[in-house]
């Protein structure tokens, strides 16, 4: 299987496991309204939910790599897996997110709030799928 091929695959896998973990198994209401908190509570809810996101996505990428017998190295998946919880650890503090739309010139798409749309939101779900691509690449190529 050529490394672009386990690219594709894992890409694909990690993207429906975010799906499944950040909005479904992986997620409390609690959790979603602490993480980004001040202080030793706000963290010890991020590290719960990037903790039980990241069951959600081990087991997802184990079962496809086991059922289509995917080449993935110890290296690559240690690699991938520091890659998603690095970034997800990053972005769902909410500030490095509001950060980067100022400064690419989202001041206002960071504040919108209205007519069903949620530009933070938005913006928080991009950088997830960005980063889990890099997750994805790093797995492939170690």
């Known amino acids: 299987m050529s490394t672009a091929v386990v690219f594709a695959v894992l890409g694909v896998t990690v993207y429906a496991a975010h799906q499944l973990a950040d909005h ?3 997620q409390t209401d609690a959790q979603a309204a602490g993480k980004a908190g001040p ?3 706000g963290w010890a809810a991020l590290g719960r939910h990037v903790a039980q996101y990241h ?3 081990v087991a ?3 079962v496809t790599v086991l059922a289509l017998h995917v080449p993935l190295s110890a290296t690559g998946a240690a ?4 890659v998603s919880v690095g970034t997800h650890l990053l ?3 909410r500030r490095p997110v509001r950060w980067l739309l100022i400064r690419c010139g989202g001041r206002g798409f ?3 709030a209205d007519r069903g749309l949620n530009g933070m939101y938005l913006a928080d779900q991009s950088l997830h799928a960005a980063s889990l691509w890099a997750a994805a690449l790093a ?3 170690l």
């Open 24 to 26: 479904v198994l992986g």
């Open 39 to 41: 202080g030793r509570s």
């Open 55 to 57: 069951l959600v996505v």
């Open 60 to 62: 997802m990428v184990a």
């Open 79 to 82: 690699a991938g897996l520091a």
């Open 91 to 93: 972005w769902d503090r």
């Open 110 to 112: 960071a504040d919108l």
């Open 139 to 141: 797995a492939a190529l």
